[in-house]
């Protein structure tokens, strides 16, 4: 027996894959500007691959994000505006627009659930220092036990 989805229950299967695709859509163009980076040495150090600030991500991420934001703020300004330039235009038109606003809105929104957290973990990754190993042989069995419980 097939399972029947309700209306709302597809409304929100569609939302979900909406936003997936918008996030992977801003996956993919990360991909694509590291592949870039890698194969292309010479676009090293030269726009988008330079940093802002030293502590900040490459310019490409940043506007990878930026492109996610600006397509939910576009569709929302379209979906939340009553459409004055459309006035005289009829109003199946209008819910056309309207769906499409939202759906671009999801869109955007999908991107920036990638987006932001990608841009965090790499502004993270490029600000803490990472711990520098001791020599083999260097360190003496007192430090390795030091701080340790040691149950007998």
Do not use: C
Request: proline fraction near 6%; charged fraction near 25%.
């Amino acid at each position: 027996m097939a399972y029947k989805l309700s209306a709302e229950e597809e409304k929100e299967a569609k939302e979900f894959a909406t936003r997936f695709f918008g996030g992977t859509a801003s996956a993919l163009e990360q991909f694509i500007a590291e592949w870039w980076w890698v194969n292309h040495p010479e676009a090293r150090n030269q726009f988008p691959f330079t940093r802002p600030e030293q502590h900040l991500p490459f310019w490409s991420n940043i506007i990878i994000g930026g492109i996610s934001v600006a397509e939910a703020l576009l569709g929302l300004g379209i979906e939340e505006d009553p459409m004055k330039l459309l006035e005289r235009v009829d109003y199946k038109v209008k819910e056309q627009m309207k769906e499409f606003a939202k759906g671009l809105r999801k869109f955007g929104e999908g991107g920036i659930l990638y987006s932001a957290p990608m841009l965090t973990k790499t502004t993270i990754v490029h600000n803490v220092p990472t711990p520098v190993a001791a020599p083999i042989g260097q360190v003496r069995t007192e430090q390795l036990l030091a701080g340790r419980v040691i149950k007998l």
